[in-house]
């Protein structure tokens, strides 16, 4: 599966983002779909994840901001981001089962 991530861009700090990942197949294969982001220096990490039954888990530093959704009929995930805050700047990667990545996406949030 190919998985394209949009979205990112430069936001202040308090503002909005919301992110897409469009797959090019069938997303009920995976089991788990997610969003991860590796911010400069540091290691890659885990933000949301969402089962195919619709169950989210959320890392501890964006729970209560962000919110993971999904559209199986469009073949998307979605990360909603609300909140955000200078920390939220990295690089943001979609993944199916954490072994099929897509290119990842730049958030930048300015203070």
């Known amino acids: 599966v190919q998985l394209q991530a949009s979205g990112g861009g430069l936001v202040q700090a308090g503002g909005s983002l919301r992110l897409s990942c469009a797959a090019s197949?069938?997303?009920?294969?995976?089991?788990?779909m997610g969003w991860y982001r590796q911010a400069p220096g540091k290691q890659r990490e885990p933000v949301a994840v969402i089962t195919n039954d619709g169950v989210t888990n959320y890392s501890d530093s964006v729970k209560g901001r962000f919110t993971i959704s999904r559209d199986n009929p469009k073949k998307t995930v979605y990360l909603q981001m609300n909140g955000l805050k200078a920390e939220d700047t990295a690089v943001y990667y979609c993944?199916?089962?954490?072994?099929?990545w897509g290119q990842g996406t730049l958030v930048t949030v300015s203070s």
């Open positions: 197949g069938n997303i009920l294969r995976f089991s788990v």
């Open positions: 993944a199916a089962n954490a072994v099929w």
